[in-house]
């Protein structure tokens, strides 16, 4: 593993080898993504960069010690958690981290209950992190219960263990992009630590349209021309309606695939046989979004 923060070149680890092979099989992984052109430009940074540190140190030039620790902003369902687990493999796969698990974590499981429960169950989740991602949820609630809440111990041991362990884990913070500024700035120590940020943009109609389409294949199922008209103009109608902060971008679209599946059931429920096009055919009446919150 490559050295992820300070310390000397004596005890640092042996560095990855970091091809263009590699790189490029790892980042078409990456291009299968609906979406995302800006988060996909980060990554391509961050491994060009690692690229060119390994061809550096080949060269016997100066190389800088790579900070991979991460902030993550963006509205629910806007892929987080599917580009951490990606990135955890990604590196995993040149060799920065031994294991390329993801450990996804939010505020219940860092924060204890009494004076030193916090403590314990924040190392017990660094430890499961080691030789992977450390993914932190909703990060910003940890700093709101003022300045006697557990959540601040809870900040203050994760820093000391990405200082114990600095060459072991990668830890990245997610949340609201308004909430994630917010909670940087109320520890003055954490922006330093946190050197990379990818804002996730909203999915666009077309986006989640398309999203739709790659859930039902999936299943192997597929939308009709009908259907496909549908729930086009029904997301266009919800972005301009409830679009924005609170919005579940492809969580909703994944539910409301979902939803379709199962009425698709009980439409079909009493025909005698079924074909196989009826049996993968989701139609228009298929498609409800009553009591499937956006």
């Given at each position: 593993?490559?050295?992820?923060?300070?310390?000397?070149?004596?005890?640092?680890?042996?560095?990855?080898?970091?091809?263009?092979?590699?790189?490029?099989?790892?980042?078409?992984?990456?291009?299968?993504?609906?979406?995302?052109?800006?988060?996909?430009?980060?990554?391509?940074?961050?491994?060009?960069?690692?690229?060119?540190?390994?061809?550096?140190?080949?060269?016997?030039?100066?190389?800088?010690?790579?900070?991979?620790?991460?902030?993550?902003?963006?509205?629910?369902?806007?892929?987080?958690?599917?580009?951490?687990?990606?990135?955890?493999?990604?590196?995993?796969?040149?060799?920065?981290?031994?294991?390329?698990?993801?450990?996804?974590?939010?505020?219940?499981?860092?924060?204890?209950?009494?004076?030193?429960h916090t403590a314990q169950?924040?190392?017990?989740?660094?430890?499961?992190?080691?030789?992977?991602?450390?993914?932190?949820?909703?990060?910003?609630?940890?700093?709101?219960?003022?300045?006697?809440?557990?959540?601040?111990?809870?900040?203050?041991?994760?820093?000391?263990?990405?200082?114990?362990?600095?060459?072991?884990?990668?830890?990245?913070?997610?949340?609201?992009?308004?909430?994630?500024?917010?909670?940087?700035?109320?520890?003055?120590?954490?922006?330093?630590?946190?050197?990379?940020?990818?804002?996730?943009?909203?999915?666009?109609?077309?986006?989640?349209?398309?999203?739709?389409?790659?859930?039902?294949?999936?299943?192997?199922?597929?939308?009709?021309?009908?259907?496909?008209?549908?729930?086009?103009?029904?997301?266009?109608?919800?972005?301009?309606?409830?679009?924005?902060?609170?919005?579940?971008?492809?969580?909703?679209?994944?539910?409301?695939?979902?939803?379709a599946i199962r009425l698709?059931?009980?439409?079909?429920?009493?025909?005698?046989?079924?074909?196989?096009?009826?049996?993968?055919t989701l139609r228009p009446?298929?498609?409800?979004?009553?009591?499937?919150?956006?």
């Amino acid at each position: 593993m490559v050295r992820l923060s300070g310390g000397t070149e004596a005890d640092a680890p042996a560095a990855p080898k970091v091809t263009k092979e590699a790189l490029g099989a790892i980042l078409a992984e990456l291009d299968q993504l609906v979406g995302l052109d800006p988060v996909k430009s980060v990554v391509r940074e961050i491994f060009a960069y690692l690229y060119m540190q390994e061809r550096r140190r080949q060269q016997h030039l100066q190389s800088e010690p790579v900070v991979l620790h991460m902030v993550f902003k963006g509205n629910p369902g806007t892929g987080k958690t599917t580009v951490a687990r990606m990135l955890a493999r990604m590196f995993h796969a040149c060799g920065l981290l031994e294991r390329g698990h993801l450990v996804e974590v939010e505020r219940a499981d860092l924060v204890g209950e009494y004076i030193g429960h916090t403590a314990q169950k924040t190392r017990e989740a660094v430890k499961k992190a080691l030789g992977g991602v450390l993914f932190i949820d909703e990060a910003y609630s940890l700093a709101r219960g003022g300045e006697k809440d557990f959540g601040r111990e809870a900040i203050d041991c994760l820093v000391k263990g990405m200082e114990d362990h600095r060459n072991e884990f990668i830890v990245i913070l997610a949340g609201y992009e308004a909430e994630m500024d917010w909670f940087l700035a109320t520890n003055p120590g954490l922006p330093s630590r946190f050197p990379i940020h990818i804002t996730f943009p909203d999915y666009d109609a077309a986006a989640l349209l398309e999203i739709a389409r790659r859930t039902a294949q999936q299943r192997q199922y597929q939308l009709s021309a009908e259907a496909e008209a549908k729930l086009r103009t029904h997301l266009e109608r919800v972005l301009l309606v409830a679009g924005g902060p609170g919005f579940s971008n492809a969580r909703y679209v994944r539910n409301l695939v979902e939803k379709a599946i199962r009425l698709q059931a009980v439409r079909l429920f009493d025909s005698p046989r079924p074909s196989r096009e009826q049996l993968m055919t989701l139609r228009p009446e298929d498609f409800q979004w009553e009591g499937i919150s956006p």
